[in-house]
């Protein structure tokens, strides 16, 4: 769990397609430095976190402080180890922009408060 070893927490909805997508897109072309992956059905957190953390991506970082959704996104792509590492930590940088972080953070809201769910039938395979 996060805390431990400098280690990043990575919360998300195990019953949304494009969050499965997500994380598979993570894993595969970010790859964050010492994050691990929790699905939120089978996790710990409390209920009013657990609740927040259905709407918008959960980070909890290893000083056990919380970033969620837009500020998620900028944090892991700041922690890329991938081969193209530079260009997810310049997105992370330009995503502190004034007008992007609003954009952004619009366009978030809009995606994450449409986006679809599934029952425990997912059929998108995360590995």
């Known amino acids: 769990m996060s ?3 400098n280690e990043y927490a ?6 949304c397609p494009l969050c499965l997508t997500t ?4 894993k595969s072309y970010v790859k964050p430095l010492n994050t691990s992956y929790y699905a939120i059905s089978n996790s710990n957190l409390n209920s009013s976190a657990k609740s927040k953390a259905l709407k918008d991506m959960l980070l ?9 959704g ?3 996104y900028k944090k892991i792509f ?11 930590k310049l997105l992370s940088f330009l995503m502190n922009l004034p007008v992007i972080r609003i954009l952004g953070k619009y366009i978030y809201r809009r995606i994450s408060e449409n ?3 599934c029952n425990e039938n997912c059929e998108i395979n995360l590995n």
Do not use: A, E, Q
């Open 3 to 5: 805390g431990v070893n």
């Open 10 to 15: 990575l919360y998300y909805d195990d019953f």
């Open 23 to 26: 994380i598979k897109f993570l």
């Open 60 to 68: 909890i970082l290893p000083d056990n402080s919380y970033l969620w």
């Open 70 to 72: 837009y500020d998620t």
């Open 78 to 88: 700041k922690l890329s180890s991938s081969r193209i590492s530079n260009l997810f």
């Open 115 to 117: 986006r679809l769910r």
